[in-house]
């Protein structure tokens, strides 16, 4: 059976990025009874205002978990009308992620979400369900008592006790437990079955293109890629996860269409705020967001905290030419001075980094990547997407 499954898989997937790695159940049987439900939970639209959201609507299984939307936020509330702030992440892989914490040499890492606020999957999938301008329930109990008539009730109460609908609170941290434990078991949420892991394993090669792409991602003098994005496995997973979990200020431009952005003195500064309180008096981590995987990246619509980006050759080619040709990027003022880092306000754009390559560089300068080299990498990056072969 396992065996059949295997080829099937294999044969059908081999070189496809279309596989993705989806919706498939193969691995419902190795679950725990508390991810199964989590499994419901994560795709019923019921648990929502409008009744037409679920957690799969914004996190897209067959798009490695991530936006499914063209625009740069998700819609959602009971009319599916309210313009998010950020970009809905890709959320596979983050069974290794841990909570936030500054590490001794300073650097932030760990925590879910954008700015890492949430210290854990579990604490991260309470808020969607009561944001209004995502899943927008009235309250815990409008939640508890959806789940209480759902189609998986009867389960619940079988694994969680018989009277737990009895209190709001204790079921709605069963509920978020549940997606918890479904994300962390799942095979899909974390594979390793890209052709990258494939050609690991010694079933199968790169071509020369992918090759030279996987060169350019991790040299120092050219992408760089990998001082944030690593390309080695680290001592808690199977394999590379191509983040390491820690916080950079990039400097990505200010997108005029999300609507807060209006407000001309509205900035989100991830790290230090408004949205994450606790670090509002650490300036010098405002602009930074969490490194996100590159795993599964070519099936993005969007990218960065912002999703400022639609077009992934575009975001390696601001990578490279933020500061060697600024005014692609930023917009000019009536005298022609490009206004740059535009989404920090002016005290704060010393934040961003211009030390690390490929931000090493100077206006005018050659670019750390020529537009063929950008075309090796996107390459590259194609091999990270899972459902290339069975591990
Ligand atoms: C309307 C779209 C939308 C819906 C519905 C939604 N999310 Fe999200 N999700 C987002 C956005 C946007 C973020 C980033 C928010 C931020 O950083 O402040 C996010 C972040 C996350 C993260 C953190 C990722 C990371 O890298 O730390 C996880 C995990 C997640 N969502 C899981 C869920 C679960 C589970 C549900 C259902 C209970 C859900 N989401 C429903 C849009 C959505
Ligand atoms: C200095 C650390 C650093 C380096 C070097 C780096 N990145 Fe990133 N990367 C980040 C951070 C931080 C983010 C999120 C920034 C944000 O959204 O504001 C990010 C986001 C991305 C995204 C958006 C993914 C998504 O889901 O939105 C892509 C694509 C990406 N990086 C590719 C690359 C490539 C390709 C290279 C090499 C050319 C590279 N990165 C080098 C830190 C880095």
């Known amino acids: 059976m396992k065996l059949a499954l295997f080829f099937v898989s294999w044969m059908v997937c081999l070189g496809l990025s279309a596989c993705g790695g989806g919706g498939s159940s ?31 609507s914004c996190h897209d299984p067959d798009l ?25 992440p890709a959320i596979r892989y983050l069974r290794f992620n841990t909570a936030f914490y500054i590490a001794s040499d300073g650097t932030p890492t760990g925590g879910f979400f954008w700015d890492g606020r949430a210290s854990s999957l579990a604490e991260q999938a309470r808020g969607p369900f009561l944001n209004d301008h995502e899943m927008a329930n009235a309250s815990v109990r409008d939640v508890v008592q959806k789940i209480a008539t759902a189609s998986y009730a009867t389960k619940f109460k079988e694994v969680f006790g018989a009277d737990i609908f009895n209190n709001d609170d204790m079921a709605f941290d069963r509920v978020v437990q549940a997606l918890a434990r479904y994300q962390q078991e799942d095979v899909d949420f974390a594979s390793f079955s ?29 992408g760089n ?3 944030c994005h690593p390309s080695t496995k680290p001592n808690n997973a199977p394999a590379a996860l191509f983040t390491d979990f820690s916080y950079d200020s990039l ?3 200010r997108n005029s269409l999300i609507a807060s952005n209006d407000d001309v003195v509205f900035f989100d500064k991830g790290l230090c705020g408004p949205v994450r309180t606790n670090l509002s008096t650490r300036t010098d981590l405002c602009g930074a967001f969490k490194v996100p995987s590159l795993r599964n990246v070519t099936l993005r619509k969007r990218f960065f905290h912002n999703g400022q980006f639609d077009d992934l050759r575009k975001a390696i080619r ?58 090796d990498l ?8 899972d459902g290339y072969f069975s591990p």
């Open 194 to 222: 890209s052709k990258f892991d494939a050609v690991n394993a010694g079933k199968a090669t790169f071509t020369s293109q992918e090759l030279r792409g996987l060169a350019w991602f991790n040299r120092a003098d050219k």
């Open 64 to 88: 490695g978990h991530a936006s499914p939307f063209t625009t740069s936020v998700a819609f959602g509330g009971v009319n599916l009308d309210m313009p998010g702030l950020r970009l809905p």
């Open 251 to 253: 400097g990505v431009p």
């Open 378 to 385: 996107w390459f590259f990056l194609d091999t990270l997407t």
């Open 318 to 375: 601001f990578y490279v030419s933020r500061d060697t040709q600024p005014e692609l990027w930023y917009p000019q003022d009536p005298l022609g001075n490009v206004r740059v880092y535009n989404d920090l306000p002016t005290l704060l754009r010393a934040n961003v980094n211009v030390t690390e390559a490929p931000y090493n560089r100077t206006r005018g300068q050659t670019a750390a990547l020529s537009d063929t080299e950008i075309e």
């Open 26 to 56: 193969s691995s419902e049987t190795s679950m725990s009874a508390a991810a199964l439900l989590g499994q419901e939970i994560f795709k019923d639209t019921s648990l929502s205002g409008s009744g037409r959201m679920s957690c799969a």
């Open 225 to 227: 890629c990998a001082a």
